[in-house]
């Protein structure tokens, strides 16, 4: 299943070459950003140039041909992927979530997930939940999850699912039974959804699901407590799900598109001379001010998430499990990474005044892309209330949070 150059292949790469992977490929992931907002996809080129960077196995076990890199890598790979082609980036966090998560499947389900290499492609959604009967041997699962990314390209879909058994919820001391489920891509239907003012090209359709048979072994019980399949043994699978598969993956997106809105600002701020005005508007107090803002709200949020996820980490590392609090940390910095970058891109467009509202001007599309990241399930900014549950002692509204 595994070939053992590969293995070894990844075993050698440092950090800084898969860094310097991003900018020898940068020219390309940016040349094609026009037409793939307008075919609401990545091109080929895109995803070739991201599939042969190995950028789509970050989170991949060195055992199945990955690289088993750090949440803080794996940030600063995606930040830097996204600076060129946001959607490029928002890929890399599917790609890599859906693989952290598959280290709660068996040995056996592993073994047929990636049969055909470590390329292998899953999109997923975690809500709403679909419903899973209990059959002979697996379930049969039906329902409609929206927000699947990139998923014209996927192998395979992951949801979530509640299980039922004659024709009820099945529940567990009062809590209903919810396993993680994983199908063939061409098992489901893709419905065309995703139309979208921002983000066009990540390809989040939906996708249905009619009387799909799952065999046992490509699901798994979504509980916090697992026992890793044999090649999910590392530290990186020990880290938490906040960390994992959000704060390394879901804000260094946001992250980028508001670096690249004060940078289109500060280039347009030198000759852009507003109506009734005979100076440029970098003389204007007002855009100084917005501009030296918006600098504060990015530098002081991407130096906040990666102080959360250096701590996180370093504790994970020394074989420490992290609090509910400490895991209410780092949801808490992905939020407010995000929502700081959401105003710092809306500081930029502000400034620019009519030349923003022009598609030809970039700041409009970063201001439509951070209006889509605005509302991620896992990075909004109902996101402050649920850390907030948890200080306070009370029950979140995010159960995965103390995953």
């Known amino acids: 299943m595994q070939n053992n150059s590969l293995t070894m292949a990844t075993e050698q790469v440092s950090k800084e070459e898969l860094l310097r992977k991003v900018k020898e490929i940068g020219p390309d992931l940016s040349r094609f950003v026009t037409d793939e907002r307008n075919d609401r996809r990545l091109s080929r080129s895109v995803i070739g140039a991201l599939r042969e960077a190995g950028l789509y196995r970050l989170y991949l076990p060195k055992s199945l041909g990955g690289f088993e890199a750090d949440p803080i890598t794996t940030a600063r790979i995606v930040e830097d992927v996204s600076s060129y082609n946001a959607a490029a980036g928002w890929s890399l966090m599917v790609a890599n979530t859906s693989t952290w998560w598959c280290a709660r499947l068996s040995d056996k389900g592993i ?11 899953m999109a997923g959604a975690f809500h709403p939940p679909m419903r899973a009967t209990i059959v002979e041997g697996g379930y049969r699962i039906n329902g409609r999850s929206p927000l699947t990314s990139n998923v014209h390209e996927a192998q395979w879909i992951f949801v979530t699912a509640l299980v039922m058994s004659d024709g009820e919820i099945k529940m567990n001391n009062g809590i209903p039974e919810v396993r993680g489920v994983v199908m063939r891509s061409e098992d489901c239907k893709i419905i065309d959804t995703w139309h979208t003012h921002g983000m066009r090209a990540t390809d ?4 249905e699901s009619t009387d799909v048979f799952v065999p046992d072994h490509l699901t798994f019980p979504l509980t916090q407590e697992f026992e890793p399949n044999r090649h999910y043994k590392g530290k990186l699978y020990r880290f938490p799900a906040m960390g994992a598969s959000i704060a390394s993956l879901i804000p260094p997106v946001a992250l980028a598109l508001a670096r690249n809105a004060i940078t289109e600002l500060r280039s347009l701020a030198e000759k852009k001379i507003p109506f009734g005005s005979t100076v440029s508007i970098r003389e204007r107090g007002s855009v100084q001010r917005k501009l030296g803002m918006a600098e504060a709200y990015v530098q ?5 998430l ?15 499990k992290l609090s509910l609090e400490e895991k209410a940390g780092l949801l808490l910095a992905s939020s407010h990474t995000n929502q700081m970058c959401l105003q710092a891109v809306d500081m930029m467009y502000s ?4 030349s923003g509202i022009y598609s030809k001007n970039k700041l409009s599309h970063y201001f439509a892309d951070a209006q889509v990241i605005r509302h991620h399930g896992f990075a909004n900014d109902s996101r402050y209330e649920t850390a907030a549950q948890v200080y306070l002692g009370l029950q979140p509204d995010l159960p995965v949070i103390a995953f």
Do not use: C
């Not at 073994?111 to 292998?120: I, Q, R």
């Open 111 to 121: 073994d047929e997930f990636f049969e055909n290499g470590p390329d292998t492609f």
């Open 204 to 207: 989040s359709n939906d996708v």
């Open 300 to 304: 002081s949020s991407r130096a906040y």
């Open 306 to 320: 990666h102080l959360a996820l250096s701590e996180a980490w370093q504790k994970t590392i020394l074989g420490e």
């Open 351 to 354: 400034a620019a005044g009519t």
